[in-house]
């Protein structure tokens, strides 16, 4: 066997067998294969695909390089949620204090921003103090101690798929959907789960823009789940424009916090956000066994809001992984950006659509993301909006407040973030947040 | 610009401009742009391949990425040949030679054994002194002195190939048409030709098995070489088996020498060899302007074998690279293997097909060709035919012999070979060798 037959062998549109992708991801650990094979490999696969045996089997094959982290000492269904990535998405921040509170222990691995999202660690992490590196022990002990834990994937957790990501975020290999799949079920099968729901998000502002590839998406994901003998649901939500009013990483956990109070979410900007944790809360109580639909299991999550269990979750969950819970309790004491810049519109009309994507891509040249692997964040920067899909506006209204340390992209940034904004005279037609619902049995439009 | 974006551009299927390919070109060979997403960037190449422009611009690229030799100082149109590739297809060693006897000077830059196939270089290097690593002045000292000359590749000479060429033999990224006609043509552009003549080989010892891609092959060489401004012709000839009764550079440089003396190739098994040498020879000598035919420059062709001039010309070349001519003069001289091993048959019957591929890829388990970029080649090692095509055979008749000092693969040798024919009960219907003949105008059968 050689790197070269075998990249032929995909090129070709062949299948690969077991044998075949073990050298191949044990050899790309090892190092023997490089880089440079493994990326030809890659946009073979881009190209040809992989069979369903073969993504159950490649999904295995990098599970399996490396450590299975045992939960089963700990009392309880553990269920964990993933996301495909969006603009705003900060769902894990609210859900994770959520489901715990209403006792069904949420173990999650989460990742760094990518691409033009946001991610989970960068959020917690504008939290003084809060700690994402945490050993397997350090992530057993919070989980059983506060019922969730979210960390980053440490180098015990699916090396294949550490080492393999970082190649394909710079070799366009990403957008392939057995690759995808395999790398996001490799590491929640290893995070020690019993029962998993995701979010695939579908439109301007997700990796996967069509409905189309979202769902074929989200069935290889549940697929794969239920494969390997995991209850798996999946939901496709809406990622035309960001979720909530805040993009940027400190912004996003000021605005979980109101949400989580209560004081935020109802009949506001931040609804739809809401309605999605709600939903996927739900899912995952049912799946939990603390409810019995997740009709049920939304009631016990808007309950877990209303009687302030979830957010004092957030806390106790913020104290055990180092973080400083009173920075959460006194948002007003964080430090602030040097520049708050107001976006001003001159049209008239119903806002028609804002461009997800191209938020997000700002957001990075503010200091909420990382341009090149070795950037810093700033945990301050980021986008609010003031104006949502389907607000009437007025010349002279704000559409948004910016802001930065950053005095060089003022202008480009006030000038993207208005473009982001399209209008038209009359309203837009109210479209669903959550499209559809895919389990093992089946695809149902959500209503 | 970033290399994500450009991979991202051609694997959509865009067609990438002049700008864009130049700064892709530029940063492999300047090492700024990483091998892993040069070689994601060739796979996207292979399956969404290069349009008419892209590829003449990709070949200019090349092209000026290194020297291009300036050889009108030398009187005379410059003509050379490139063959594509095929198993025991030495005509380069006979070609040569015979064309710069006949007054055309051939300025050839070779290369080195690939996959299955042989290597001019290889060949030549296996006559004792043989140097094919000439500097530029000592390449155009020999050309003006002798009138062809035989060199590798050197670092002068289109890097961005030799950096790429490199890369794709071990990411299968070999078989695409734009990056072998690019590669091909920039390495002959640099070379100081006024005119070309290809042999692109189809069967399956060639790199391109089918017909139809050894066409549309051989069509963009043409193209590219037209518009470069230098007359290009293009022949398609069959490579179902292997040319002559040799695989082995040693083996093929005593093949060469018996042509070149008109001791075989005459209504023999090597016939085939000499009707595509003679009929490139042909070609070449009429681009040159020596022949106002082909027909003609295939006449001039046999009169050089004839009157002895062109196997002088091969001791005058040989001893102006620095090779042994008297090692030419005295075969018998030269060192033997420690094994020659007669293949034989129980068959009866006829020839019907001979694996060129099989019997490539088993003359390099013999030490004829490298298994590895290190290995070292062993001049001795080799393949003679006992029978081709067409032959009839009775049960204990020699197939083949074999050479080698390895004795661990004598056994799986031999049964590589004997496999590698293909009989049946009745002569197999003639084949002719040289199938199509190429030019600007359109695409003739060869008669």
């Known amino acids: 066997m050689t790197p070269v037959e075998l990249i032929k ?3 070709e549109g062949s299948t690969l067998n077991e044998e075949e992708l073990r050298w191949l991801i044990q050899g790309y650990v090892a190092g023997t294969i490089p880089d440079y094979q493994m990326s030809a490999f ?8 992989m069979s369903e045996e073969e993504t159950l089997t490649f999904t295995r094959l990098m599970l399996h390089s490396g450590d299975v982290i045992d939960l089963s000492d700990i009392p309880g269904i553990k269920v964990d949620k993933h996301s495909t990535g969006g603009v705003g998405d900060k769902v894990s921040l609210i859900l994770a204090p959520i489901v715990a509170a209403c006792g069904v222990p949420v173990p999650m691995i989460s990742g760094r921003g990518l691409g033009h999202t946001g991610g989970t660690l960068d959020k917690l ?27 980053g994937q440490t180098n015990e957790i699916v090396p294949a798929d550490k080492k393999m990501y970082a190649l394909r975020d710079v070799t366009a290999t990403v957008e392939c959907i057995p690759l995808i799949a395999g790398s996001i079920m490799s590491k929640k099968l290893a995070e020690g789960i019993d029962a998993l729901v995701l979010d695939v998000k579908t439109g301007r ?4 823009q069509s409905y189309a590839r979202s769902l074929e998406l989200a069935q290889t994901l549940v697929r794969i789940g239920t494969g390997f003998g995991k209850e798996t649901v999946a939901f496709i939500t809406d990622m035309s424009q960001p979720l909530g009013t805040t993009i940027g990483n400190w912004l996003e956990v000021v605005e979980s916090v109101e949400c989580l109070k209560g004081k935020r979410g109802h009949d506001d900007a ?3 956000l809401m309605e999605v944790t709600h939903v996927l809360a739900g899912a995952m109580l049912m799946l939990g066994k603390k409810a019995k639909t997740i009709a049920e299991g939304v009631e016990l999550s808007r309950a877990s ?5 979830a957010y004092r979750k957030l806390l106790e969950l913020t104290a055990a992984q180092g973080g400083d819970a009173s920075a959460l309790e006194n948002l007003e004491r964080y430090p602030l950006p040097r520049h708050s810049i107001e976006v001003k519109t001159m049209d008239t009309g119903y806002v028609a659509e804002i461009d997800s994507l191209e938020l997000g891509l700002t957001s990075i040249t503010l200091g909420a993301g990382r341009g090149l692997i070795e950037d810093t964040i700033d945990p301050k920067a980021g986008i609010v909006l003031s104006k949502k899909v389907g ?3 007025d010349a002279g209204d704000t559409l948004a407040v910016f802001y930065t340390d950053r005095e060089a992209v003022l202008e480009p940034a006030r000038d993207r973030i208005r473009k982001a904004f399209r209008f038209q ?6 479209k669903p947040i959550i499209l559809s619902y895919v389990e093992k049995g089946g695809v149902k439009t959500w209503m």
């Open 9 to 11: 062998k995909k090129r």
């Open 42 to 49: 890659l946009m073979a696969c881009f190209f040809q695909g």
């Open 125 to 151: 992490e504008s939290i003084p103090g809060f700690r994402t590196a945490l050993s397997i022990p350090e992530y057993k002990s919070v989980i059983r101690k506060v019922g969730a834990v979210l960390i």
């Open 205 to 208: 502002g997700a990796f996967m």
């Open 270 to 272: 931040s609804s739809d």
């Open 305 to 309: 809001i209303a009687n302030g269990s």
């Open 391 to 393: 607000d009437s506006i």
């Open 425 to 430: 005279p009359t309203p837009p037609q109210q």
